[in-house]
């Protein structure tokens, strides 16, 4: 490629002239092409799984553009009003301004109600993705060094993520979403010490009162929308430091980048991309009704459907909730103390905050301080991956109990037994989770190394001179070997005294870790099996 | 920046410079380091596609990725189109769902066109090649951080940060404390009442008839049918101030059971009528309505999270995770035959908290 000169050559066309001015113009004011000699040809790998950060980003466009649209018509205010909008059932009915704007959103406005599903479905899959990219993350370990920190990130953005769709879905003063902010009042009371108070500042008085909904939608506009976009930017910062990681092929190492550079194929895959993750929102706004307000009427502290339902990223939430065993609350010293509210809280913490910490803790059982690039086939690290089946495992059942009730409706079983079994599920779930992954990912790696080593089966049966019949095996390429056998191998730790001839309890505590993850492992092939394998061929 | 390996001579080198750039050996932990690595085999040989080889093949892509981006301007101006064909007309709730149909359909064209026809094109008509970058340890240079140490240094050095400890401590100290107001400005968020004071009562009051809800029409007690359940308010509360904020705390279900199917504790006996008996509706658990009554069992349900209580036993809890019974109304019927509340509740109603036994 050659730099645009400065002066233009008499050969240009009308075209190409005035591109090159407008570009002289733009770079004489900000030196623009320093950006884009640094970031132009940038590389990017490909893999379909590195799309899912991708959906998130671009519905998080979606929503943005979506919400301005609404925020024009919403009036996020509790004042009662009378509704007299063109939706006959509820005629008349008292309802907040908020809800009653929703209607008018809905019914009065062209493009209106396509703008608010559009929103919403958007919402969903941003949650959705979100939770998909983090887990592609975490199973090819593409959290380890240099990219902790984005991983950090990458957690507060979900977490803002669930908020943002929590707030969101509380501003319309529906019945269902009423009852989800009593939900929320009623966890927030069971807090010792702070709770009764916390819930009071929250509500401005009692609840629901007449504040929450103009204080959530400063929230849920500013405030949290804010902070995700300086999150997004600086992921998306730390994204173009570290470099994208690439799964092993051959060809690629932990030192180079290997893909499409960003002008132009990365850039007309991902701007194209962007509209079809745009034109699929659209495409199941126009086609698919979510969240009817008009359904569920506006919000009466009295009344309450069966069946009802959060969102599904709350979903976890409300099903820890669910399973709290009866009688879970008691007295001491005069104060209430909710365990069937503060257990939920305190295992949810617990289990956000080990996805939070895991490469941390992952990188002080290995003690490795390198640099990885290359992501992780899941089955290579076998306790890794079985530790995120166990994690999944524990939310999915947290999830599925937010659906007990109608799990046990359409099944036709009994409550208690989905509760039940839903308990039982939650602790003994995870752990057989665990065994059975990491015997399946330990299988798998014994049939990648059975494979390097023997080649694969060709359903090529030989009939030898001596009768015996045999499969012939075929060998791989040397291209589709070194992609079963290029990846890290950890060992256990020995306990070592350090300088002053002690064993630390520090050192023990990561000895048995380190144990516990790396004590079943198969080394990877190395060179010399594989001339031995050929010498000795049978 | 990135160099293309289509040739295989680069290709080769390539895979192979694996050790050179580690300029700062870090420590592998208890990572295998293999001496006896499988070699990088280097790049492929690249695959030419269809596009790469028949013109004709390309040309023919070129009119489909043009065909789809002409696609999308016809989306685009059905939408715009549908937007005026399809106007809502009020009260008519299929004029709203074709609007919100064929607006969306055509917008959903003009996006998909678009964005099918551009990943089209970059996948069987840009240059298909892979290209290589290097990378480099994400730590700065040497020198970069020799330099960096320096600034800091001499910013410390020149403003005496470290040195003026004095100084320091009390900057630390104020910038500590400034944010207070901050967080005490935020005490008028609620009102200036005791919010717990606020919890232990309700609306109801010693004679206040018994309301249906939401109509407010009072109820006597031969309204009840054996089995039946009213929802119930207090009467005059949609006419209250804070109407949500009471009905949040004083809503009702009111049962009619056999007097004989009634365990009824000590101190309790004169809070029923006839069998009929009044529980707060508001679950102990978290504060859901608990609004599902089953006629056979006399057991009540929250749909939130299934909490169940049994009306013949003072509504103890028998299922899920609420702990205490759902309080009880203490009612009797007045000289027109309608049913009052004796008294509010004797105890907080919804869910628990802190301050609850004080």
């Known amino acids: 490629m050659t730099t645009t000169p400065t002066q233009d050559a008499p050969s240009k066309t009308r075209g190409q002239r005035f591109t090159s001015a407008a570009a002289n113009y733009i770079d004489e ?25 991708e959906v998130a980003l671009y519905s998080f466009v979606v929503i943005l553009l979506s919400g301005t649209f609404l925020t024009f018509f919403f009036q996020a205010s509790m004042v009662e009003v009378h509704y007299e909008g063109s939706y006959a059932p509820l005629k008349g009915i008292e309802m907040s301004a908020a809800m009653a704007s929703t209607l008018d959103i809905s019914f009065d406005i062209r493009g209106g109600l396509l703008m608010r599903q559009v929103h919403h479905w958007a919402a969903l899959l941003f949650v959705a993705s979100i939770g998909l990219h983090m887990l592609r993350v975490y199973f090819t370990g593409a959290y380890r060094k240099p990219r902790e920190i984005n991983w950090l990130i990458g957690f507060v953005l979900f977490i803002l993520a669930m908020a943002e769709g929590f707030t969101g879905y509380s501003l319309p003063d529906d019945l269902l979403s009423g009852n989800g902010l009593r939900i929320i009042d009623g966890m927030v009371k069971g807090i010792p010490v702070i709770g009764t108070w916390i819930s009071y500042l929250l509500f401005g008085g009692e609840f629901p009162g007449v504040d929450i909904v103009s204080r959530l939608y400063i929230l849920h506009i500013m405030l949290l929308p804010a902070i995700i976009i300086a999150a997004i930017g600086v992921h998306m910062l730390l994204l173009i430091i570290n470099k994208h990681t690439q799964f092993a ?25 962007f509209f079809i993750v745009f034109g699929v929102i659209t495409l199941i706004a126009s086609t698919f009704s979510i969240n009817p307000v008009w359904v569920y009427g506006p919000y009466d502290p009295s009344p309450v459907s069966a069946g009802t339902q959060p969102d599904w990223y709350i979903g976890f939430a409300d099903g820890a909730l669910r399973l709290v065993p009866p009688g879970w609350e008691t007295e001491w010293f005069g104060f209430t103390w909710s365990f069937n509210i503060i257990a939920p809280l305190v295992i949810l913490g617990l289990f956000i905050a080990i996805v939070a910490f895991y490469p941390f803790i992952e990188a002080w059982v290995t003690g490795d301080k390198r640099e990885h690039h290359i992501a992780d086939r899941p089955r290579n690290a076998p306790t890794r991956t079985a530790i995120g089946a166990a994690g999944v495992t524990f939310y999915a059942v947290l999830w599925a109990a937010a659906s007990s009730d109608l799990i046990a409706t359409h099944f036709k079983l009994s409550i208690e037994g989905v509760i039940h079994s839903c308990q039982a599920l939650l602790i003994f779930g995870p752990i057989i989770a665990f065994f059975l992954t990491k015997r399946v990912c330990i299988g798998l790696q014994k049939k990648d190394r059975e494979i390097a080593l023997h080649g694969y089966e060709s359903g090529r049966i030989v009939r030898l001179p001596h009768g015996e019949y045999i499969e012939v095996h075929e060998q791989l390429d040397e291209y589709e070997r070194w992609k079963l056998v290029n990846f890290t191998d950890y060992k256990p730790l020995m306990i070592r005294p350090n300088a002053e001839g002690k064993i630390t309890t520090g050192q023990r505590v990561r000895a048995s870790a380190s144990r516990w993850f790396f004590e079943d492992r198969i080394a990877p092939v190395s060179q010399k099996e594989i001339e031995q394998s050929k010498d000795g061929h049978h | 920046m990135a160099d293309d390996h289509g040739d295989t001579a680069g290709s080769m080198a390539a895979g192979k410079d694996v050790a050179q750039h580690s300029a700062t050996a870090h420590d592998a932990g208890t990572a295998v380091v293999a001496t006896d690595e499988v070699p990088n085999p280097g790049f492929p040989p690249y695959r030419p596609r269809v596009t790469d080889l028949d013109p004709k093949v390309d040309q023919q892509q070129e009119r489909r990725v043009s065909a789809l981006f002409f696609v999308s301007i016809i989306g685009s101006v059905l939408a715009v189109a549908a937007y005026i064909a399809f106007p809502i007309e009020p009260g008519n709730m299929e004029s709203v769902r074709n609007n919100t149909l064929y607006l969306g359909l055509g917008i959903t064209l003009g996006l998909l066109g678009i964005g099918i026809g551009a990943v089209h094109w970059s996948k069987s008509l840009m240059e298909g090649h892979d290209l290589v970058e290097q990378r480099h340890g994400t730590r700065g240079s040497e020198e970069t951080r020799a330099k960096a140490i320096e600034i800091f240094t001499l910013g410390d050095k020149e403003s005496g940060f470290g040195r003026r400890t004095l100084l320091r401590n009390t900057l630390i100290g104020a ?21 717990v004071k606020l919890l232990k009562h309700t609306f109801w009051e010693p004679g206040m008839r018994l309301t249906r809800d ?9 309204d009840l049918t054996l ?16 109407r949500i904020e009471e009905k949040a705390k004083a809503a009702v279900l009111l049962v009619r059971l056999k007097p004989e199917d009634l365990e009824i504790s000590e101190g309790r006996e004169n809070w029923s009528y006839d069998g009929i008996v009044a529980y707060s509706k508001i679950c102990t658990h978290v504060g859901c309505p608990v609004a599902l009554y089953e006629q056979q069992t006399h057991h009540l349900l929250c749909p939130c999270h299934q909490s169940q209580f049994d009306i013949k036993r003072e509504a103890a809890v028998i299922f899920g995770p609420a702990k205490r019974p759902l309080p009880q109304l203490p009612i009797a019927v007045d000289s027109e035959g309608y049913l009052i509340a004796q008294s509010d509740f004797t105890e907080p109603i919804g869910p628990s908290f802190w301050e609850r036994k004080l």
């Open chain 2, 227 to 242: 089995g039946s359940a009213f929802q119930v308010i207090p009467e005059g509360i949609n006419d209250s101030e804070h």
């Open chain 1, 249 to 273: 092929a051959p060809g690629r190492t932990n030192n180079n980048v290997v893909g499409s550079p960003i002008m132009p194929v990365f850039a007309a895959k991902a701007g194209g991309f």
């Open chain 1, 29 to 53: 004011r900000t030196s623009i092409s320093g950006a884009v000699k640094e970031l132009g040809r940038k590389i990017f790998p490909d893999h379909w799984s590195f799309m899912l950060g």
């Open chain 2, 214 to 222: 939401p109509s407010g029409t009072p109820i006597k007690a031969s």
């Open chain 2, 175 to 195: 910038l500590v404390v400034s944010p207070l107001p901050a967080i005490v400005l935020f005490r008028d968020l609620a009102p200036a009442e005791d919010p």
